[in-house]
C-alpha cells in the first residue's frame, strides 16, 4: 500500500496544487508585510528543532505542512531586503521547469537519457556563446556550478598544455596557474586538487580597485620560469567575488596569446553583464578566453545550479577526460556533442538547459537585458549613497551589484573598526529585516552587499544604511 501510495495521482496533484497556491501568495506579499528576510536560528538550535520533526515512522502522505514551515524558515530571496549572496531569486516560470526536470530524472550522460534536454543544452550553448561574442567554432555544456565548470575549464587548460601525455602518464614536473589574490577560492581548490600545491596557485596582486596588476604578469611568469615551475593557465575573474572587480580581460589575452597559455574567464558572476547593452562593455575580451564560465543562477534568475562552461574552440573540451567507458558509448573516441558525459565531469546530471530555455521562451533575452542592468543601476546608486553618508566608506567603486562598505567612526583604529562592522553585521543578522555579508579585504572587515533582487528600491537601500547607522550607534566598544 505504501506504493500505491506514494504513486497515487490525486494525492500528487492535491499537493502540488496547494504547494503552487502557497508559492503565488508568497510571491505576492513578500516584502510587503513584516516577513522577515531570515529567521535566524544558531546552528544547534536549528539541529534540535528539525531533529524533533523528524518523525519518518509510518510515513504521513501530504506534504504540505512541511513544505510550508521550510518555506516559512527559509531565507527569502525573493524579498527585496535581502541583499547577501549572489544567489537571485528563482523566477517563478523556471521553477515548472526545475519541477519537471526532476520527475523525469533524465541523466544526460548519454544521449538517450536526455534527448530533450541534451539538444537544449546545445542550442543554449551556441545561442549565449554567441551573446558572448565568440564565433562558430565554440561549444560548450551545462554543469553543476561555477566551481565545478572552473575546475573542468582548468582540466582542459591541463590537458591542452602541460608537457607529455598527463592523462596516461601524470605530470613530468610541477604546473601552476596564475591567477588574482582576489579570485574566488574555487580556483585555488582546482589547481591543489589537480596535485599543483600552493607552488601551483600564483597569485597575482591587485590594485585599488581589486583588479588583477596585469603588468606584473611578465615578472611572475618568468620567476616561476627560473623555479622550473610551467605555467599552463591564467585565470581571469570577471567579476571577483568579494568586491565585483572586472579583471582586464582584453590585457590577459594578449599576454596568454604571446606566451601559449590558456586563458579561462570565471566569470561565473559577472559574464551575465554581456546580456545588458548598458554594461556589456565590462566584459569586452570575454570572447578573447579559451574558455568562459558563467553562472545562470547568480543574476539571471534561472534556479541553482546551473552553469554554462563555453570553450572558444569547442573541440578542446573533448580532450579534458581521455576516457573510455564501454558501456555508455558505442564510439568512445568519436566528438559527439550529443553525448554530454563525454566532457562533462558528472556522469547523472540535471536538465540545466530546460531551465534555461524555459526561462528565455517565457520572458526572452530582454528579462536578462533588464533585470542585470537594473541590478547594477541599484550597486551604484547605492555607492553614491555610501559615499555621501559621512559615516560610511566603500572599498573601491563599484562596476556592478555588489558593492563592499563599513561604518567608520571618527578616529577610530583599523582594528576597532573591523570589530564595530564585524557587530553590526551580526547584529543585522540576528533581527533579519535585511540579509547582508561581509568579506576581508587586505586583513580588514567589509560588510558586503549583492543587489541581486531587481525589486530592491533605493528606499529599501537607504533604509539599510540607516538600519546599519543605529545599529552602530548602539554597539559599545570596550
Ligand atoms: C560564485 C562564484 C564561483 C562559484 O560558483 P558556484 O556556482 O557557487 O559553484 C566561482 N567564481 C566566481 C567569481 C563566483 O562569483
Redo the contacts with the bound molecule.
Keep these: 500500500m505504501v506504493l500505491e501510495n506514494a504513486f497515487d495521482p490525486g494525492a500528487f496533484r492535491a499537493s502540488g496544487h496547494q504547494l503552487v497556491d502557497l508559492l503565488a501568495d508568497y510571491l505576492e506579499r513578500i516584502g510587503k508585510d513584516d516577513t522577515p528576510v531570515i529567521a535566524w536560528h544558531p546552528p544547534a538550535q536549528a539541529f534540535e528543532r528539525w531533529q524533533e520533526a523528524f518523525q519518518p515512522g509510518a510515513g504521513q502522505g501530504a506534504v504540505g505542512p512541511l513544505l510550508e514551515t521550510v518555506l516559512a524558515e527559509s531565507i527569502h530571496l525573493h524579498h527585496p531586503r535581502y541583499m547577501g549572496h549572489?544567489?537571485s531569486p528563482a523566477a517563478p516560470m523556471a521553477t515548472l521547469a526545475s519541477l519537471l526536470c526532476d520527475w523525469l530524472n533524465n541523466g544526460m550522460g548519454v544521449y538517450e537519457m536526455g534527448i530533450v534536454g541534451t539538444t537544449m543544452e546545445r542550442i543554449l550553448i551556441k545561442s549565449v556563446s554567441g551573446v558572448m561574442g565568440f564565433g562558430d567554432t565554440a561549444d560548450g555544456f551545462f554543469t553543476?556550478?561555477?566551481?565545478?565548470?572552473?575546475f573542468t575549464a582548468l582540466l582542459a587548460a591541463r590537458s591542452s598544455k602541460a608537457p607529455g601525455k598527463i592523462w596516461e602518464e601524470g605530470a613530468k614536473g610541477p604546473l601552476a596557474l596564475m591567477v588574482s589574490e582576489e579570485?574566488?577560492y574555487?580556483?585555488d581548490r582546482a589547481a591543489r586538487i589537480m596535485g599543483w600545491g600552493s607552488a601551483g596557485v600564483i597569485k597575482i596582486p591587485v590594485n585599488d580597485q581589486f583588479q588583477m596588476r596585469t603588468e606584473l604578469l611578465p615578472e611572475y611568469f618568468e620567476q616561476a620560469k627560473t623555479q622550473g615551475i610551467t605555467v599552463v593557465a591564467v585565470v581571469g575573474?570577471?567579476?571577483?567575488?568579494s568586491t565585483g572587480a572586472f579583471d582586464d580581460l582584453e590585457a590577459i589575452a594578449a599576454f596568454c596569446q604571446a606566451n601559449n597559455l590558456w586563458f579561462h574567464a570565471?566569470?561565473?558572476?559577472?559574464a551575465a553583464l554581456a546580456f545588458s547593452q548598458k554594461y556589456k562593455n565590462r566584459v569586452r575580451g570575454l570572447a578573447l578566453a579559451d574558455s568562459v564560465?558563467m553562472?545562470f543562477?547568480?543574476m539571471l534568475h534561472v534556479p541553482?545550479?546551473t552553469?554554462a562552461l563555453i570553450f572558444k574552440e569547442g573541440r578542446e573540451a573533448y580532450h579534458t577526460f581521455n576516457q573510455r567507458a564501454q558501456y555508455l558509448w558505442a564510439e568512445a573516441e568519436a566528438e559527439e556533442w550529443h553525448n554530454l558525459a563525454k566532457r562533462t565531469f558528472e556522469c547523472t546530471k540535471l536538465m540545466m538547459g530546460l531551465k534555461v530555455f524555459t526561462t528565455l521562451q517565457a520572458h526572452g533575452y530582454g528579462f536578462f537585458d533588464e533585470t542585470v542592468t537594473r541590478v547594477c543601476d541599484l550597486g551604484l546608486a547605492m555607492a553614491a549613497l555610501v559615499n555621501a553618508h559621512p559615516h560610511f566608506e566603500l572599498a573601491c567603486n563599484p562596476p556592478c551589484n555588489i558593492v563592499c562598505f563599513r561604518y567608520r567612526r571618527e578616529g577610530q583604529s583599523k582594528a576597532a573598526t573591523n570589530v564595530l562592522n564585524q557587530k553590526i553585521r551580526q547584529a543585522l543578522l540576528e533581527e533579519g529585516s535585511f540579509y547582508i555579508v561581509q568579506t576581508q579585504l587586505h586583513g580588514e572587515t567589509w560588510l558586503r552587499t549583492t543587489i541581486t533582487n531587481p525589486f530592491t528600491s533605493i528606499e529599501d537601500i537607504q533604509n539599510l544604511l540607516n538600519k546599519l547607522e543605529g545599529f552602530a550607534n548602539s554597539i559599545e566598544l570596550n
Design positions: 549572489q544567489v553543476s556550478g561555477g566551481t565545478l565548470a572552473n579570485a574566488h574555487c580556483v575573474s570577471a567579476c571577483s567575488t570565471d566569470g561565473a558572476h559577472g564560465a553562472d543562477h547568480k541553482a545550479v552553469t
